[in-house]
């Protein structure tokens, strides 16, 4: 991704609210299908890392990007930001 894309995708999530909150659980399989099928209808979702939670934002970004096979964003404060292509907008582009 380069530096103009994410600057656009920054300034996207800028005007969105974080829809998921991960906590002092820390990620779990179903948080995993659950910001998966987000990204599959949002391409862009915004996460806030409460305040009790054990992981540091940059590791926990690099977990769910590995887990969800999505591309970092940034992190600003407390929130994630991550993108991936919708696989059901892949699927309407390619015609299948």
Do not use: W
Not at 39 to 54: A, F, G, M, Q, S
């Amino acid at each position: 991704m380069t530096s103009k894309e994410r600057a656009f995708l920054r300034a996207k999530a800028s005007t969105e609210e974080a829809i998921f909150q991960i906590g002092k659980g820390g990620l779990n399989e179903n948080m995993i299908n659950s910001l998966s099928e987000a990204l599959d209808k949002r391409e862009i979702v915004k996460i806030t890392v409460l305040r009790n939670c054990d992981g540091d934002q940059k590791e926990l970004m690099g977990e769910l990007c590995v887990a969800l096979g999505a591309q970092p964003v940034c992190t600003i404060g407390n929130k994630i930001v991550l993108y991936r292509f919708s696989k059901e907008l892949k699927e309407h582009l390619l015609g299948n």
